[in-house]
């Protein structure tokens, strides 16, 4: 079965220091991925995803990610963290068939001044 | 603004009882699909309609049910409610009838049962 596994639950960051949240998913065939991030009170709301082609992607609020095969990996990267950017932030794989988005556990981001 | 509306945001009630909680998908979408959140949990799958059928059940208990109407909006019905039912119930919609389209979500229903 399809799993995501998100190591940290939570992270400290510095404001305008870099951050990388770590994704892991488990899935035999190429996935389909996705990065939400959900503020306090908020839904989620996606911030990018891959399907295929360019192993990098761009998404809103200038973060990106990384697709690794070899590595099962599809980290979350921003260069300068912003006060704003303090949420929650969770890793997704498509099941097979792709009837149901499967999310990992979530990174709870704290951004200290 | 998602565009997906949830109602009501928040219900307290008590154990044994019944609740029905709302959702209304964005503008064009066909897909509605139910989440519960909690602390222990995490996103739970619950499950997934597609213009007015059932596509993919996840973790739901038979206690609670769903359904699409012609007008795409959803409601997920819960029952016999036990205080381990507390927590965030989302709602998310999209395009297609498969998940490879990304997920517009609402704000939620907290739901507390005492």
């Known amino acids: 079965a399809q799993s995501v596994t998100q190591p940290d639950i939570h992270i400290t960051v510095s404001e305008g220091a870099s951050l990388e949240l770590r994704c892991n998913y488990s899935?035999?065939?190429?996935?389909?991925l996705f990065w939400y991030v959900q503020s306090p009170g908020q839904g989620l709301q996606l911030l990018l995803k891959y399907f295929s082609g360019d192993t990098l992607v761009q998404g809103i609020k200038g973060f990106e990610a990384e697709f690794k095969r070899s590595q099962s990996s599809f980290n979350l990267r921003k260069p300068s963290v912003h006060w704003s950017d303090a949420a929650e932030y969770f890793c997704a794989v498509v099941n097979t068939g792709g009837f149901k988005t499967i999310f990992g556990a979530g990174t709870r981001l704290f951004v200290k001044a | 603004d998602s565009g997906v509306t949830q109602t009501p945001k928040h219900l307290i009630t008590a154990t044994g009882q019944r609740v029905t909680l709302r959702c209304s998908p964005r503008?064009?979408?066909?897909?509605v699909y139910w989440y519960q959140q909690s602390l222990d949990q995490g996103l739970q799958f619950l499950i997934h309609?597609?213009?007015?059928?059932?596509?993919a059940k996840g973790n739901i208990l038979e206690r609670f049910s769903a359904q699409q109407f012609p007008d795409l909006h959803s409601e997920l019905n819960l029952s016999s409610l036990e205080l381990g039912d507390s927590a965030l119930y989302f709602c998310?919609?999209?395009?297609?009838?498969?998940?490879?389209?990304?997920?517009?979500f609402g704000n939620g229903t907290r739901l507390t049962v005492t």
């Open positions: 899935y035999g065939a190429t996935p389909y």
């Open positions: 309609y597609y213009n007015g059928e059932e596509r």
């Open positions: 998310a919609s999209s395009a297609t009838g498969t998940a490879n389209s990304p997920l517009h």
């Open positions: 503008s064009g979408d066909l897909s």
